[in-house]
């Protein structure tokens, strides 16, 4: 099994489960033991689903302004856990791919590997939520159909991606490309670097 087909699986495995209690406040149970790459995916993934959800409770119209507000904070500080997450799934394959020789010849890529993972735990969601859109019974045919053509394209765009993904990590193990890590330093969430948190604090 390639890494990006045990992804996909864990990925619609954690959507699933997600789902069991569509509440964004529900505890779930990882089934994967704490510390091992299955885990930390199954992690990542509940984490963007709660926040997609987040997200779309949030632009209710009717929303109390007060909850908004501490959905918006919360929604903050859920994608510095997700930079958090998609950071230590580098550091896993740094440790992995340690002892690589790198060729002279070797080339960076424009992402690093978790990154590009990020962005199919996304994908699990959004298939998840245009299968659903396919099955409704309440929308015009005109929508199901216009669904139906979205997960197509949603569909092939998940081979495409975890194609490219098993590409770049043979890519790596093999010593044609390196990965170079850049922290993400997200400076709004800092207190020493964003000028409204700071500034409060010489008042």
Known sequence: MTFSEQANRIFDEAVALYHRTDDVDAVFVNPY???TIEAVLTDKCLVDAVQWHLEDIIRDPEIDPVDALAIKRRIDRS???RTDM??????YFRRLYSAVTVLPDATINTESPAW???RLSILALKLWHMREQCERTDASTEHVQRSRSKLAVLSEQRVDLSTAIDQLLDDIAAGRKYMKVYLQMKMYNDPETNPILYGNKSK
């Open 86 to 91: 998609v950071e230590e799934i580098d550091q």
């Open 33 to 35: 033991k704490p510390g």
């Open 116 to 118: 590009a993972i990020d």
């Open 79 to 81: 994608n510095q856990v």
